[in-house]
């Protein structure tokens, strides 16, 4: 049965509608909805089965851990074997938010959830809806990004019905996400504070949260690929963000600075003088630009923000949409290698590979 689709006005969430997708939550259904991120696919942390229903739905390996999704600081405590001076200090600053914690997991936390971890990651969104949800639910609820696992997340209910429609219960629809990318995650476990997924948070962001309290902030080096998990025979990840492939649009992506403008054009050509790229039976390109100009149609370019908060908020539509309309290959002019553009640059780098 495909999944039910609920409108829900962010200013006003029905306490009707949010009633019965809680329900549906504590009897262990699967439930989409929106955060400020990208939409979540939720499941009742504390029940194991339920947790395994997103794995199955979203076709997720098991070694790769969901976040649990709470109220405020008292629901994220309760899951929480220990809460350390960083978390405080981050939660304080930044919940709701856009900002992922792990920290030591509490006992009652299904090891399901954390794929056998013995560190739990929490996060309070911040969005009407989920927050309604969420209290109603009375329930931590897992949810990862609502799509196929490697696909590119969500930010429109759309997106998530073209991609897990007849897979799960329920769909609300509150609008498109405002921040448009992942959560920044970072690890509260040890004494320095890392950076497992950037996110629209910063080092820097994070680095003046603590400030005074002799914390440093580190970034985390991505050490696992796609296909070399566990599965593969490889290492257990740090954090499952850290796989290189897990945010890609179907096409080929090439990924290039503004410097290489004329070789990218050349290239267009060269691809174009081929028979590539022209007719229906080879597709359809699209590029996303900021400041280059490339010998494409019109109709190819997506015209992308300077401000690295609007650049996130529309990346995975614009690679949703060249999806949709079935773009073989998309070329992306890389946004500044400057902090503020860590998050985007992030997901970028992993949707060419
Ligand atoms: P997703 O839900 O697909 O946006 O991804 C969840 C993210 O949360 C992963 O990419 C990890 O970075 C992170 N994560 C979840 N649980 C843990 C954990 N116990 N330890 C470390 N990272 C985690
Ligand atoms: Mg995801």
Known sequence: MPAVLHPVDPRHPDPGVIGLAATMLRHGKLVAFPTETVYGLGANALDPD????IYAAKGRPAWNPVIAHVPDVAAARALARSWPASAARLAAAFWPGPLTLVVPKAAQVPDVATAGLDAVALRVPDHPVALALLRAAGVPVAAPSANRFTQISPTTARHVQASLGDRIDCILDGGPCAVGIESTVVDCTGSDVVIL????????????????????????????????????????????????????????????????????????????????????????????????????????????????????????????????????????ERPPDEPRWSGVRDRLSRASR
């Not at 339920?50 to 229903?53: E, F, I, P, S």
């Not at 004329?262 to 290239?267: I, K, N, S, T």
């Not at 003088?273 to 370019?301: H, N, Y």
């Open 197 to 332: 997924r950037p996110g629209m948070i910063t080092a820097d962001d994070l680095a003046r949260a603590l400030h005074g309290t002799g914390i440093a902030v580190r970034i985390a080096v991505r050490t696992v690929s796609h296909g070399a998990g566990p599965e593969a025979g490889g290492p257990a990840p740090r954090s499952p963000g850290m796989a290189d492939r897990h945010y890609a649009p179907q096409g080929d992506v090439w990924l290039f600075d503004p410097t290489q403008q004329d070789e990218v054009a050349a290239a267009l050509q060269a691809r174009a003088a081929t028979g590539a790229g022209t007719g229906a039976d080879t597709g359809t390109i699209r590029a996303l630009l900021r400041t280059a100009t490339l010998p494409l149609p019109a109709g190819s370019v997506v015209p992308m923000p300077d401000d690295p908060a609007a650049y996130a908020r529309r990346l995975y539509a614009a690679l949703h949409d060249a999806d949709a309309d079935g773009a073989v290959l998309i070329v992306i």
């Open 50 to 53: 339920a947790v395994a229903a």
